[in-house]
């Protein structure tokens, strides 16, 4: 089955606005800072039964306290302790904020995590040991797994495809830019938009790019799911029109 949706909460009227074209969405705000589960179980229960949400992992996980990012965080990290968050170190901290994640993702009744590492994560050997400490360590609670590697872990797609396929994490890519090297039970495709750099948000997709899009999509969601989430300005409108072209074509 192919799943349309946007990263975040992108239509105008809100989440019951959302509702009424997509069935899924990968929720930004556990990304910045996790919501209670209180909160989340809300979540859940606002949304219709057949409703999905897939969860972008809790930023203490994968990026460090320098990240412009962490000022939404709520977390206040003393330069002495700046290597006990992100970058998938296995430590105290970041452990605990894996396991507030997951009652998170539970709450939402979310079948599918994903993460999202900086391009200063880039490919070595003791990053590579950093993602597979924490990938065996945790307890993934059920969870599907996906990773979407910045920086220049692309350049080494063997090394990349084999830590992928022993820790049984999907390989989350914009498929118009490279596809995965490897995918577990599931494929995940996120539309940062085409252009210069890794991401160009202000970018619209065009009805050819869209074309070429769903003949890539559907080659990976033979046997499988596969999530197609846009992540751009023009989000809601491209994923709208994405998911039209998908349902003519059938």
Not at 44 to 69: L, M, N, W, Y
Not at 176 to 198: I, Q, S
């Amino acid at each position: 089955m192919i799943k349309v949706g946007t990263c975040g909460w992108s239509a105008r009227g809100g989440r019951q606005a959302y509702f009424k074209h997509f069935k899924v969405i990968e929720l930004q705000e556990t990304f910045y800072k996790l919501p209670s589960e209180e909160t989340a179980r809300r979540w859940r229960g606002q949304a219709p039964s057949d409703f999905e949400f897939t969860v972008k992992a809790f930023q203490a996980i994968t990026h460090p306290p320098s990240s412009p990012t962490w000022r939404r965080s709520g977390i206040r990290v003393s330069s002495e302790d700046f290597d006990k968050y992100g970058l998938f170190r296995v430590t105290e901290e970041t452990l605990k904020a894996w396991e507030r994640n997951l009652a998170v993702c539970k709450a939402l009744g979310a079948r599918v995590c994903v993460f999202q590492t900086p391009p200063s994560f880039g490919y070595s050997p003791g990053n590579a040991r950093n993602v597979e400490e924490f990938f065996t360590t945790i307890d993934r609670g059920g969870l599907a797994m996906g990773w979407e590697p910045r920086g220049t872990w692309h350049e080494h797609p063997s090394e990349l495809k084999q830590l992928l396929s022993r820790l049984d994490l999907t390989h989350v890519v914009d498929p118009l830019r490279r596809e995965p090297v490897h995918t577990a039970g599931f494929a995940y495709f996120r539309l940062h938009g085409l252009g210069g750099g890794e991401v160009n948000y202000r970018y619209k997709y065009t009805d050819e790019d869209l074309s070429k899009l769903l003949a890539i999509v559907k080659r990976y969601a033979e046997g499988q799911d596969a999530y197609v989430l846009f992540n751009n300005v023009y989000m809601f409108d491209d994923a709208l029109r994405f998911k039209r072209l998908l349902e003519q074509t059938g």
